[in-house]
T-cell receptor, first 111, second 114 residues
Framework: GDSVTQMEGPVTLSEEAFLTINCTYT??????LFWYVQYPGEGLQLLLK?????DKGSNKGFEATYRKETTSFHLEKGSVQVSDSAVYFC??????????FGKGTRLHILP | DVKVTQSSRYLVKRTGEKVFLECVQD?????MFWYRQDPGLGLRLIYF???????EKGDIPEGYSVSREKKERFSLILESASTNQTSMYLC?????????????FGEGSWLTVV
């Protein structure tokens, strides 16, 4: 069945470091791909998305490119801030409209 | 602004109690979802509804039921709460067009069963 695998955390970085959180997927057809972020005590909110191969989603300095050949959608940011500390979820939208999430990656940014 | 509202943020219930978690969305979305979030397990889909009175089981429906009598409202019911249902419950919704639809989440309901 469809699935999403993302790197386990926690990931701890210093402020201004480069961030990569890996995400790969298994799916039939051509799903849309998403990154969601969850700040402490809150629900999930959309960070960025891509709907077809080679699309790049971007928001708040974060980027991810839909790579069909490697079935990946890695999240990157050039210079992280303390305020980026959160849990990040990779997800895909199946053709039946159900959304499948990865297990989440907790990110800690140290000042 | 889009809005998914969960009626209770924090609940404490006793084992065996019947528990209702209510969710309302104001975006006229066809699809609504209930997820459960647990450390190390991520989000797991409990039930999904794609229209009024229509529902489908997700990955972990055991011990839960749902009700969707109106388009904007989706209720999760624990018929007889157990301690292993202590968790964070997230309601979400999106429109019915396949592919590329952003899913919007509520703030979550923390349920503790004692």
């Amino acid at each position: 069945g469809d699935s999403v695998t993302q790197m386990e955390g926690p990931v701890t970085l210093s402020e201004e470091a480069f961030l990569t959180i890996n995400c790969t997927y298994t799916a039939t057809g051509y799903p849309s791909l998403f990154w969601y972020v969850q700040y402490p005590g809150e629900g999930l909110q959309l960070l960025l998305k891509a709907t077809k191969a080679d699309d790049k989603g971007s928001n708040k300095g974060f980027e991810a490119t839909y790579r069909k050949e490697t079935t990946s959608f890695h999240l990157e940011k050039g210079s992280v801030q303390v305020s980026d500390s959160a849990v990040y979820f990779c997800a895909l939208n199946r053709v039946d409209d159900k959304i499948i999430f990865g297990k989440g990656t907790r990110l800690h940014i140290l000042p | 602004d889009v809005k998914v509202t969960q009626s209770s943020r924090y609940l404490v219930k006793r084992t065996g109690e019947k528990v209702f978690l209510e969710c309302v969305q104001d975006m006229d979305h066809e699809n609504m979802f209930w997820y459960r979030q647990d450390p190390g397990l991520g989000l797991r889909l409990i039930y999904f509804s794609y229209d009024v009175k229509m529902k489908e089981k997700g990955d972990i429906p055991e011990g839960y039921s749902v009700s969707r009598e109106k388009k904007e409202r989706f209720s999760l019911i624990l018929e007889s709460a157990s301690t292993n249902q202590t968790s964070m419950y997230l309601c979400a919704s999106n429109s019915g067009r396949a592919g590329g639809n952003t899913i919007y989440f509520g703030e979550g309901s923390w349920l503790t069963v004692v």
